[in-house]
Every structure is written in structure tokens, then in C-alpha cells.
């Protein structure tokens, strides 16, 4: 289980990458891909369409299951990686290196855990 | 195992049709298909003997014990598929007169008479053609009831988290939000949930009882009443009504409307279809109800309703899985007022016989006595063996036994459910409980067995990521 | 009494001392008293052999006509005998969807080649294991061309009327808006539609033939339709469009259609099934089961339900459709009446129906004060203007020959399969003849 020193984290298992001040890349953790299993699809939302805090704004399918992912901050996706729409094995791959979207004109955001409490959350969750 | 189109040979084909006895037509070219049209061309021998292969690599009722929680899967009698099969059923135009199908529609009749005295309903309709159309349906009784009285606001339905998963999805088909409430430690309603729950925005609960874990809500009367009284009705799958007709019904437990699986409880082949999913209501919602049902007159001749203005409309076209409703009125008239109430008895008995001759050694995690069904846990095993419920249900298959429910109810991990039937002997409970109990010694021995399990069937276990990745789903010629 | 339990009343009891209980009423000590059920009224049980003549009884109540004209979705076709011979073998029979893909290859491979054999009708990519009828399969389709900017779905007013009912039924359940393209000599009325479409519609679904029997330009709808960017949706006869331009060629995105002519009886009304194909596109929208090929872990090609994260058990209440339960032995009755009549026999049925229909329709229309009412091409059905429609059906009836569906006094919907010969033709017009003069 790895956890990225770059990025800051979700209690609900998703990275944030702060591209500058309004713009982020989000994606699922590593903690995440590993629990979740062999993922078989992703379903994406659309470039243009808000998110707002902790709302649902993609799901990942793995045999026989589906998780919502959240989005940690309130803006409008800007870009969405399309390569995972063909190869949604990439997530389980190089969780960090695969980025579901990208959201832009970010409002709000929630408070965000720190890689060193990140992985305190995911030692006790592992338990 | 070749795939008919596999087997398929140029010039091969089957006699069928005479020649044209009418001046032959054909279709203008800018109207007539130019795309190739592989069908198999293959001589009636080869149909008849593929079919017989593929036949061999299929488990049913037949083959043997079906436990398979939640579906209940009886035996079928074989009267009803050949009633099913008389030319005076089968041969019917849906669209005939109705002085030229009152057979039917007396079939319809009485099927509606005696299944509303089960249920303690007072209409039914047969139009619904499985279980979770039935939900639909039902649930759009309810909203054109809200609807009727000015009652917008209702918008809710509440589903316990261990319902089946048609429920809350059926619910969204018809237009509501889901309202999802924790079961308590007993696997039952918490009461106290549920008056949180309900209040203006209520439309209904939708709720199966016995529930998915096989247990006997005794609050039941005290949670419909809960729901009444916030202004909601009550929604009644009857998914487990085997354990219980004959012993007590919907109706009388405060239950506005139901959907019954005949391809369960009436003894009907499920073969993957076709089901039949009846959905009986109290007086209140028979204005709603589909198009197509039966009336008798005082003559006794059989009739449609005319249509109401403030029906639902249609769910299928035409009156539903009829020859489905022809079986299941067999199966009643066979069994009759003592014989129902004696199969629920025994789906109850033969279920409590197998959980007893289990419980020393599988984790039950509620407490007997169950109904028709009961669930195990395999997460004790899991723990200390790396065992799941997936690796029993596959050893299962090794000893030609179709596995238990597997993963549901979701409340429950690593939950096996298993529902006996009451078509079962003692003898192939005992033979089962046996083979139960030499794979649990088998998870303690030798654990790695039951992850390489099944390893007698046709096909070992799949890759189903690889399938889910890059779905294929037809044949490339 | 008849019953299926097989205990004795010593082996109840010795299950009872094994569980620790004295009798069967005690594992229902959850069962509120009060509400505890005394009397079941209900007839008695009875013996097969009553049951039986009691069954049969009702059946005979019923009018078995020597010959059909009517169809109306709902048609009547031969079907080969190796089409029950196959579909009542009871592995198959009594079987349930093939959860455990292990000892299921057989129902899971049969589903496969049903799947091949209706994307190959349509002309289409993919196909789901079925769902209930043509009309529940139609509505299902227009949900899957549903998004949050389209909503609307618009339907043509020419398709049949219980299917139309049921996408109403269905849209008004999901809160949809649905308007129905108005009709214009027995076909949609083309320029309407455009005028309908906008950014707002999600579908537009048209038949073909449609409810009149007539063979629309399917093509030239399609196009309309998505040039305003909805998805079209055409609801075919499956034996037509082994004839005619297939809904692949016209463009459609999804076809979907009642399959009940390929070797399923009459029945009053089911069970049928209902046949939906789309695009590669589309699949991941699809509902209900979809099986898929594979391999296992030794390599060995095999089948299994796929692409389940879709559906309600796992999705519940974000699922896109409820469907649990399929057709499956309904699929497996096409199936088998596709391979026993081939490609060859497919057209040759097509055929059949188009020629006898076409010269039926002569026929009818020689007899003074009949006509047809609508002139484009037409398939095994098509509507005669005729006076008083009630007394040539009752003409018919009394020779035990089903007529056509009355649309009003005036009109009358035939359908003539490959069933009718040809002196039964001739027969049915001579009574006509008769009964209009």
C-alpha cells in the first residue's frame, strides 16, 4: 500500500492533485484500488458539468460491485481522462499516475488529510 | 462444446414451409435487405443433438438440490406444463372476442379469486410479467393513489437495507427517491428508524416478511401501522410469501398492495424466465390498476374491465405470462386449502431441519427459529482459513449440489442463504447437511482445495474480469 | 388432497425432535396471534386426475378458430416440432439464471448464440438475454436513451397501441415527457416529426412494419432524427426484417421487438418475448442479463452473465432498470426457431406472409365497397376500408375463421401468415363476399 508524498487525501479514499490555486486532478488511492478489486469499468461525468463537495460525480465497476467516488472540492470539470474509459485496469495499475478528472474554477474544498494522517487512516481501516 | 454456428455447413438446413401456393411478391430493392444474415444452416440431427449437449451442461430443479435462497426453487409438478400445453390454451388469440375465450378469461377469474383469498386482497392483475415488474407496478398504484388525493408531496419510499435490489431500483423507475433504513441487530425492522423515517414525504415502505434473512418481523403490525399513519401505504414483496401462506397474509398484516412470483410460490419452472409477477391490492388502488382485467358478470360470463380513466395504463402488452397463470392455478387447485398451508409449513420445517443439523458448525448469524430460508456466515472461516462463501458454494457445485445464495443479503458478510424447499425429502437434507459438513472440514484440512474448487464441472471457474473488461457478448463470424 | 411433499408424518417428527421443537406452529411463535390465519376458503385439494378434467374443462370453454387472420402483436406462425422438442427438456425447464456459470454452460451458451442470432437479424452489434415482450422491451429502450439535457421521447402515433401504452406507462413512472408523432396515411408523418425534435428529445421510436402493417422509410426517419442528435429506436417484426432493410442498415441505434413469432404460440398473450439490440456504443445501457464469452482458468473457452455491475442487485437503487428475471426458455424457443429455419428460411417465411397478404388483399379488394386504406408497401398485415366491419367478422367467426382486427366500424387490420393457404384464403373472401352483400 503506498501512499503519494504529493498529494492530499479524502477520508473516502481519493487523491487530490493541486495543479494551481482554482485547478485539481482527482483520482482514487491506492488504499482504494486495492480494496475495491479488479475494476472493469469507470463511469465518467461529462466536461462542463459541476461538482460540488462531496457529492458522487463518477463510479468504478469492478465484477460485482460499483463505489461512488466523491469529489473533495466544489468547481466544474474541466477535462476527463478518457484513456481509463478503455482501460479502466490502469486505476489498479498505477492508482496515482491514473487521474479520473480534472476540475477547474474550484470554490470550496474540504478539509483535506495530509499524506501522514492519510496513511494513519488507512493503517487503522486495514485493520 | 462447438457453437451452433460452428456446426453450421452450407446447403444444410431443415424441410419445413411448402412452396408458395399465391402469386409470389417481392420487395422493391431500395426496400430489401442487403446485410448478410448469418443464421446456422444445420440439419434438424445436429439441432437435436447440440441442444442435447448443451442440455448436459445445465442444472435445474431436476438435477438435484437447489437451495438457492430467495428463489425458491421447488419442484415442478409436470401437470401443469402439460395443461399449459393444451391446444385450447395455447392456440388462443390474445385478441380473440370474449365470448370465444372465456376459458381464459375464467382462468384469469379464478387465479385472481384464489390467490386475492391467499394474499387478503381484493383485485388482482396478472399483467406483470416477473417479480420486479410487479414492483413497478405496484409502486405505481401508489403513486397514482398519492396522486389522486392531491398528495404530491409523497415522494419517499422507504426499503430496508437488507430488501432485494429490484426494490429500490423499482422504486426510482417509478419516480420516487429511496429512502434507505438500517435493519436492527435481529435483522428486523428498527422501529425506531422508521418513525424517524416517515412522515409527510412518505409514500409508502417496501417490505418482504418474512425478510431476507429468513426471519418472521414480529413488529410487522406495528410497522404497517407506523406507515399508516404518517400517511403512506404498504408495499408487500412477496418474494418469501412461501413461508407463510395458509399461516397468515398480507392483507391482514396491514399490506395495501402485493406482487406474488408465481415461478416461486406457485410452483411454476423459473427457466430463467418466463416468471409472472401478479400484484394484488386493497379497494383503495383498484381504480389504478392496469389495463385488461376481468370481470364475471352475474351469468357468469367473463368479461374485460372497461377502462378506467385513472388506470396506470399498460406495463406489457396484453394481459401477461398467461400460460404462466394457467400452471399456477393448477398447482392451487391441486393443493387446495389444506395442501397450501402444508407447504408453507414444510419450506418452514425443512428449513429449520437443515439449519439445526448446521449451526454447530456454520456461524448463524441470527438466531432460529428461521422461516423458509436461513443465512450462514462464512466470515469466521474466512478469518482463520482464508475460506469464503464463494469457495463453499464452488466446492458445492463439485458434490452436484446448486450452492445457496451467495453475498446477499448485503447485511451479512460472506452470507450464504439457503431455502430448502419444501419439495425436499429428509433424505436429500441429510445427504446435503452431510456434504455441508465434509467441506467445512475440508476449509479446515486443506483450505487451498476449496480455492481450486470446482474442479469437476464442464468449465473450472471463470475469468469474469476479463469478460466485464472486454464484453463480448455475440459471436464474430 | 394433492400435495408435493414428500415426508411422512414420522419423518416430520423426527425433524421436529432434531430442531427441539414439539410441533411445526411453534417456529411461527414470530406470527402475531392476532393476525394468525384460521381458515384458508378455498376449494379442496384434488387429485391430478380431477384437476386435470377440470383444467382441461376450461380450455374447451374456449373457441379454437381452424384459421387466423388477425395479428395485431400477437401472430400466428408454424412452428417446427423440434422447436418444443428442444425447449421442453427439463434441464432447461427448471433451471433459473445461470448464477454459477460453472454448471450453467449450457443455458449460458444458448443465451450466447441467441444473443449472435438477434444482433444478426437486426443487423445490429450487441443483444441482452430478452426481456418480457416487444412492448416492455420498447419502453426499456427509450430509458436507455434517457440523459440529464434529453429527456423528452417521442413516439410514432402508427405503432401498436399496447405498446404505446406501456412507454407511457413507463414514462410516466421516471417523470419522462413523452409526445406521440401524429400519423399521416398510415404512416408518421414526417414533417411533424422534424418539427418535434429538438435539443430536448432523447428518442424518437418508430415500427416497422407498423401497426397498419405498412413498411415506413425507415431510413429517412432515422436521419431526421439524428441529425436533431436523439438516438432512434426502431420496434421490428423479426421475421420481416429477414426480408426487408434491417434496422442496422436503417441506422437504427436500437431495435428492439416483440419475438413471439419465432416459435412461440398464440397463448392469449404470453409468455412472449422481447428482443433488444443496439450499438456497440450503447451496450454498457442495455438492461437486464447480458452474457459474454470467456475463459476459465485453464483456458477453456466458456460463457458468463457479464457486465452485472449494471444491474439492480448490485446497483439497487442507481441501477438504470429493475429487470431481474429474463426469458430465458423464450430466448432459447427462438433460438431453435431460427436454426431449424435458417437464413433461408427465414426469407422464405418472409415471403410467404408478403405474397399471401398482398394476394389476400387483392382478393378482398375485388368485392364491391372494400378498399385498401392506405397505399405503401405492406408486409403480412394492412387495413381494408369495408362497411360494417361487425358483420363479416361475425360471417367468419360463425365458420370458425378468426377476421382481422376492427379499428372502427369501417376498418378492419388482416394479417395473413404462411399458416393460411391459399383455399383458406379464398374461403375467408368468399364469406366476405357474402356477408357485405
Redesign the interface.
Known amino acids: 500500500m503506498t501512499v503519494n508524498s504529493e498529494m492530499l487525501y479524502t477520508k473516502s479514499h481519493e487523491w487530490i492533485k493541486l495543479m494551481d490555486d482554482t485547478t485539481a486532478r482527482v483520482g482514487l488511492t491506492d488504499f482504494a484500488q486495492a480494496s475495491l478489486g ?1 475494476l ?2 469507470v463511469n465518467l461525468p461529462e466536461v462542463g458539468d459541476p461538482v460540488a463537495v462531496e457529492e458522487s460525480f463518477a ?1 468504478v ?6 463505489s461512488d467516488v466523491y469529489s473533495p472540492v466544489t468547481g466544474t470539470i474541466s477535462a476527463v481522462n478518457e484513456e481509463l474509459l478503455d482501460a ?2 490502469k486505476i489498479n495499475a498505477e492508482p496515482y499516475e491514473a487521474w479520473l478528472v480534472e476540475i477547474s474554477d474550484i470554490t470550496d474544498r474540504e478539509d483535506l488529510l495530509t499524506p501522514k494522517e492519510y496513511e494513519e487512516l488507512c493503517e487503522t481501516e486495514g485493520e | 462444446m462447438k457453437l451452433i454456428f460452428e456446426r453450421s455447413q452450407e446447403g444444410r438446413g431443415c424441410s419445413i414451409l411448402p412452396a408458395c401456393d399465391v402469386p409470389e411478391v417481392d420487395c422493391s430493392p431500395e426496400i430489401s435487405r442487403k446485410a448478410p444474415l448469418h443464421l446456422p444452416q444445420i440439419a434438424e440431427v445436429d439441432i437435436s443433438r447440440h441442444y442435447t449437449e448443451l442440455m448436459k451442461q445445465t442444472h435445474g430443479v431436476n438435477d438435484g438440490f437447489y437451495p438457492l435462497g430467495s428463489c425458491t426453487m421447488k419442484y415442478n409438478p409436470k401437470i401443469n406444463e402439460e395443461i399449459a400445453a393444451l391446444p385450447g390454451f395455447s392456440k388462443i388469440h390474445p385478441l380473440q372476442p370474449s365470448h370465444t375465450a372465456q376459458g381464459c378469461l375464467e382462468v384469469l377469474g379464478l387465479a385472481e379469486k384464489y390467490l386475492c383469498e391467499i394474499t387478503g386482497m381484493d383485485h388482482m392483475t396478472f399483467q406483470p410479467a416477473a417479480g420486479a415488474h410487479g414492483e413497478f407496478t405496484g409502486l405505481l398504484l401508489i403513486k397514482a393513489y398519492h396522486k389522486s388525493r392531491g398528495d404530491t408531496a409523497r415522494t419517499k419510499i422507504i426499503v430496508p437495507d437488507s430488501a432485494h435490489g429490484t426494490n429500490p431500483a423499482s422504486a426510482v423507475m417509478a419516480g420516487f427517491t429511496v429512502v434507505n433504513i438500517p435493519s436492527g441487530e435481529d435483522g428486523c425492522v428498527d422501529l425506531e428508524k422508521l418513525r424517524q423515517a416517515v412522515g409527510e414525504d412518505t409514500a409508502g415502505l417496501m417490505l418482504t416478511n418474512p425478510n431476507t434473512v429468513g426471519i418472521f418481523d414480529k413488529n410487522i403490525l406495528e410497522i404497517t401501522k407506523t406507515v399508516h399513519d404518517a400517511g403512506g401505504l404498504n408495499y408487500y414483496d412477496g418474494a418469501n410469501l412461501n413461508a407463510v401462506m395458509g399461516v397468515v397474509r398480507p392483507g391482514d398484516m396491514g399490506f395495501d398492495v402485493v406482487h406474488l412470483n408465481l415461478h416461486k410460490t406457485f410452483s411454476t419452472p423459473h427457466g430463467g424466465g418466463p416468471g409472472s409477477g401478479p400484484v394484488g391490492c386493497k379497494e383503495l388502488l383498484s381504480a389504478f390498476l392496469p389495463s385488461g382485467h376481468v370481470s364475471c358478470e352475474e351469468d357468469g360470463t367473463y368479461g374485460f374491465d372497461a377502462p378506467s380513466p385513472r388506470s396506470i395504463g399498460s406495463v406489457k402488452n396484453f394481459y401477461g405470462n398467461f400460460l404462466v397463470v394457467v400452471k399456477a392455478l393448477t398447482y392451487i387447485l391441486t393443493l387446495g386449502r389444506e395442501g397450501i398451508k402444508e407447504a408453507a409449513q414444510n419450506a418452514v420445517l425443512n428449513a429449520n431441519y437443515l439449519m439445526a443439523r448446521l449451526s454447530d458448525l456454520y456461524d448463524m448469524p441470527y438466531a432460529g427459529p428461521c422461516m423458509h430460508e436461513f443465512v450462514m456466515s462464512l466470515e469466521p472461516l474466512k478469518k482463520e482459513k482464508g475460506v469464503t462463501a464463494m469457495d463453499i458454494a464452488k466446492a458445492l457445485l463439485d458434490h452436484g449440489i446448486h450452492p445457496p445464495t451467495m ?1 446477499f443479503p448485503l447485511i451479512v458478510h460472506e452470507a450464504l442463504m439457503a431455502e430448502p424447499t419444501e419439495t425436499e425429502s429428509i433424505d436429500t437434507l441429510d445427504g446435503a447437511a452431510q456434504t455441508f459438513r465434509e467441506i467445512y472440514q475440508q476449509a479446515l484440512d486443506n483450505p487451498q482445495s476449496l480455492h481450486d474448487a470446482p474442479v469437476s464441472t464442464p468449465v473450472r471457474r471463470l475469468d ?2 476479463g469478460a ?2 472486454n464484453p463480448k457478448p455475440t459471436y464474430s463470424f | 388432497m394433492g400435495s408435493y411433499v414428500p415426508s411422512t408424518q414420522q419423518e416430520r417428527r423426527r425433524m421436529l425432535d432434531t430442531i427441539g421443537v414439539s410441533t411445526i406452529d411453534d417456529l411461527y411463535c414470530q406470527v402475531p396471534k392476532e393476525v394468525k390465519l384460521q381458515n384458508l376458503n378455498l376449494p379442496q385439494g384434488k387429485s391430478e386426475l380431477e384437476v386435470r378434467s377440470c383444467m382441461e374443462a376450461l380450455a374447451q370453454k374456449n373457441m379454437q378458430f381452424t384459421s387466423i387472420f388477425r395479428g395485431a402483436g400477437a401472430y400466428h406462425h408454424y412452428i417446427p416440432a423440434i422447436v418444443k422438442s428442444v425447449t421442453s427438456k427439463e434441464e432447461f425447464v427448471t433451471a433459473y439464471t445461470p448464477y454459477q456459470a460453472e454448471i450453467s454452460q449450457g443455458v449460458l451458451q444458448s443465451i450466447f448464440e441467441f444473443q449472435t442470432m438477434i444482433s444478426q437479424l437486426t443487423g445490429l452489434d450487441a443483444a441482452n438475454a430478452s426481456i418480457y415482450d416487444g412492448a416492455s422491451a420498447a419502453a426499456e429502450a427509450a430509458a436507455m436513451c434517457r440523459d440529464r439535457k434529453r429527456q423528452k421521447v417521442l413516439v410514432s402515433e402508427a405503432v401498436n397501441p399496447g405498446v404505446l401504452s406501456t412507454i407511457r406507462t413507463y414514462c410516466e413512472g421516471a417523470n419522462t415527457p413523452l409526445e406521440v408523432v401524429p400519423v399521416n396515411d398510415g404512416v408518421t408523418d414526417k414533417q411533424a416529426l422534424s418539427q418535434m425534435l429538438d435539443e430536448t428529445v432523447s428518442c424518437f421510436y418508430m415500427e416497422y412494419p407498423n401497426f397498419y402493417g405498412q413498411i415506413e422509410d425507415a431510413t429517412d426517419l432515422g436521419e431526421l432524427v439524428h441529425q436533431a442528435g436523439a438516438k432512434f429506436i426502431m420496434g421490428c417484426h423479426p421475421i420481416a426484417i429477414s426480408l426487408l432493410k434491417c434496422p442496422g442498415e436503417c441506422g437504427a441505434d436500437i431495435a428492439v421487438g416483440e419475438g413471439q413469432p419465432l416459435g412461440m404460440p398464440l397463448a392469449f398473450g404470453g409468455p412472449y418475448l422481447g428482443f433488444m439490440t443496439c450499438t456497440q456504443a450503447m451496450v ?1 445501457r442495455l438492461p437486464g442479463r447480458i452474457v459474454g464469452e470467456t475463459v476459465d482458468l485453464q483456458g477453456k473457452r466458456a460463457y458468463v452473465l457479464t ?3 449494471r444491474e439492480q442487485h ?2 439497487r437503487e ?1 441501477a438504470s432498470s429493475n429487470v431481474c428475471s429474463n426469458q430465458a426458455l423464450c430466448a432459447m424457443t427462438a433460438s431453435v426457431y431460427m436454426a431449424a429455419m435458417g437464413s433461408a428460411g427465414m426469407r422464405q417465411t418472409a415471403k410467404l406472409c408478403m405474397s399471401k397478404a398482398s394476394y389476400a388483399a387483392g382478393e378482398l379488394c375485388s368485392i364491391p365497397g372494400i378498399s385498401q386504406k392506405f397505399k405503401g408497401p405492406y408486409f403480412n398485415e394492412f387495413v381494408t376500408r369495408c362497411p360494417s366491419s361487425q358483420n363479416i367478422l361475425c360471417a367468419l367467426e360463425e365458420k370458425g375463421i378468426l377476421g382481422g382486427l376492427p379499428l372502427d366500424e369501417e376498418s378492419i387490420l388482416w394479417c395473413v401468415t404462411e399458416m393460411n393457404s391459399k383455399k383458406q384464403i379464398d374461403q375467408m373472401v368468399e364469406i366476405v363476399r357474402e356477408a357485405v352483400k
Open positions: 479488479d472493469v469499468f463510479d465497476e469492478s465484477v460485482k460491485a460499483v479502466p485496469e | 453475498y469474469e474480469v466485464a473488461r | 454498457r457486465l452485472q455491475a448490485i446497483r442507481k
